[in-house]
């Protein structure tokens, strides 16, 4: 059964960290592209990073060298580092299987997981 659980979202001041894990129980985990999405309530959800199966990662320009994509091919783990944030980060953070179409990461699974709220307070 494939499954998508994030998880470690939090109310964190500007400049803040934290850090989002998601298990993804996928077929062929090893083998795929994964990536961070989020979402504002009113707008669509944007990608922010992708992980390849090798370990190479992608980011969204806004990401700016705070974040780090990571992930354990053997735990089915991703995790997304995100250091000094800022209000703009405010959403809720979903991950998913992803694959390249032209220049973009397009989410590969439905339904979604349940996603994990970030909430930067200034």
């Known amino acids: 059964q494939v499954q998508l659980q994030e998880s470690g979202g939090a109310v964190v001041e500007i400049g803040g960290d934290l850090r989002l894990s998601c298990e993804a129980i996928?077929?062929?985990?090893?083998?795929?592209?994964m990536g961070w999405f989020r979402q504002v309530p009113g707008k669509e959800r944007e990608w922010v990073a992708t992980?390849?199966?090798?370990?190479?990662?992608y980011y969204a320009e806004f990401v700016a060298n705070r974040f780090v994509i990571s992930r354990d091919n053997d735990e089915n783990m991703v995790w997304l580092q995100m250091n000094n944030l800022e209000p703009a980060d405010t959403a809720v953070y979903y991950c998913?299987?992803?694959?390249?179409?032209?220049?973009?990461?397009?989410?590969?699974?439905?339904?979604w997981g349940p996603g994990t709220q970030v909430t930067v307070s200034s």
């Open positions: 998913n299987q992803v694959v390249r179409t032209g220049e973009q990461w397009q989410p590969v699974i439905e339904p």
């Open positions: 996928i077929r062929a985990f090893g083998v795929n592209n």
């Open positions: 992980i390849g199966w090798s370990g190479l990662p």
